[in-house]
């Protein structure tokens, strides 16, 4: 319980890496409209820099929308193979345009090309419509660089509270929470 909640959080997230479990850095990020309406999704965790975890996507998706009306999120991390759920809650505000950029451009071209095809959340006629859009967007930016579009970026969450919960037998599973206190941690332990 003395250790410092990010750091915590990074060794069970390296752990995953390490063992190269399939997606292991996905987690579920919960966001709700202001009148308190949850939703729920898989995003790919894209890194912990300066206090905050970064995620992207589409700025016009349903995430996004509530994200701008209520900056509240919560993301779950689990892994089953070693027995834990860590919750991390915050607010939410967009990633900067570099922060953005630099991860566009880590991404393959096919991807970026696919991004830019998608109205993320939108209504989609046919699949067909879809590849209509790849191919349109392929000839678009054919012998040159698909720069980011506006509507596509991150987004930081700023942690005000961790939960780790970790298996135990015979149900007997610790969970440990972190909330923010000034500059630092107040912890304390839950009944599982
Ligand atoms: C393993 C996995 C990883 C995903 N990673 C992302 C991601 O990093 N960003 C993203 O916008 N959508 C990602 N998605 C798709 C989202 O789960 C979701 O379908 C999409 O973002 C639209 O969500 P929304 O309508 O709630 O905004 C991923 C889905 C899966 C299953």
Redesign the pocket.
């Known amino acids: 319980m003395t250790k410092d909640p990010f750091e915590f959080f990074q060794e069970c997230f390296n752990q995953a890496k390490l063992l190269n479990l399939p997606?292991y850095n996905?987690v579920t990020?919960v966001?709700a409209t202001p009148e308190a309406k949850p939703?729920?999704?898989?995003?790919?965790?894209?890194g912990i820099q300066e206090g905050t975890f970064r995620?992207?996507?589409?700025y016009q998706?349903?995430?996004?929308?509530?994200l701008f009306s209520n900056p509240q999120a919560q993301i779950l991390f689990y892994r089953p193979e070693f027995g834990r759920q860590i919750r991390v809650e915050g607010r939410v505000t967009k990633a900067s345009a570099a922060d953005s950029d630099e991860y566009w451009f880590t991404r393959s071209r096919e991807s970026r090309i696919g991004a830019i095809a998608s109205h993320?959340?939108s209504e989609l006629k046919s699949m067909d419509e879809l590849r209509a859009r790849v191919a349109e967007i392929e000839k678009q930016f054919e012998g040159r660089e698909v720069p980011r579009p506006e509507n596509w970026g991150g987004f930081a969450l700023t942690p005000d509270y961790f939960e780790f919960w970790e298996d135990g037998l015979h149900r007997l599973h610790e969970r440990i929470t972190y909330t923010r206190d000034g500059n630092g941690w107040k912890t304390n332990r839950l009944f599982p």
């Open positions: 997606q996905s990020l966001t939703s729920a999704r898989i995003v790919l965790l894209k995620f992207f996507t589409n998706s349903r995430k996004s929308g509530e993320q959340s």
